[in-house]
């Protein structure tokens, strides 16, 4: 890897994880603001429930897209660990493959969505246009099929070098 792909994917880790922090902090924050203002004040922000829904997406999509990045990702790993080794690179490009192509599928329709949100006009929090909010369903696929893509190119090479799965 070179200098400046080096310096992109530090730059890439530090966004993301600084997307997942403002969000939990803003979930937390809103959530006690909102509980506090319910029992002390009789009620909160009209909006906030709504919002909160929102920051959860967001937040579970990010936390997808970061664990895909560290490669600790839900995982039923049964087959490889019964594998020969030298089988173990091609059952790992295999599940990389189709997980990519999966979730390249899974961007692709939830394009499909946020399109016919955007044309259908639907609002959230009051006015806002709701797929702008939605987007963020496509591109944390696309990132996750991204990196899936990037996996296989790395293990279809380790494969064609011969090379053990530990390299």
Known sequence: MSEWEKRLDRLGRTMENLLLCVLLLTMVALAVWQIAARNLLGGGFIWADE????????????????????????????????????????????????????????????????????????????HAPAWLFEAAIPLAFALIAYRYLIACGSLLAKLLRGESPCN
């Open 51 to 126: 919002f909160l829904k929102i920051l959860l997406l967001w937040l579970g999509l990010a936390g997808a897209v970061a664990a895909s990045r560290e490669g600790k990702q839900i995982q039923i790993d049964v087959l490889s660990r019964l594998l020969p080794e030298h089988w173990q690179n091609l059952s790992r490009f295999c599940t990389s493959l189709f997980t990519a192509l999966l979730c390249a599928l899974c961007a692709w329709h939830g394009a499909r969505f946020v399109w016919l949100e955007r044309a259908y006009g639907s609002t959230v929090l009051g």
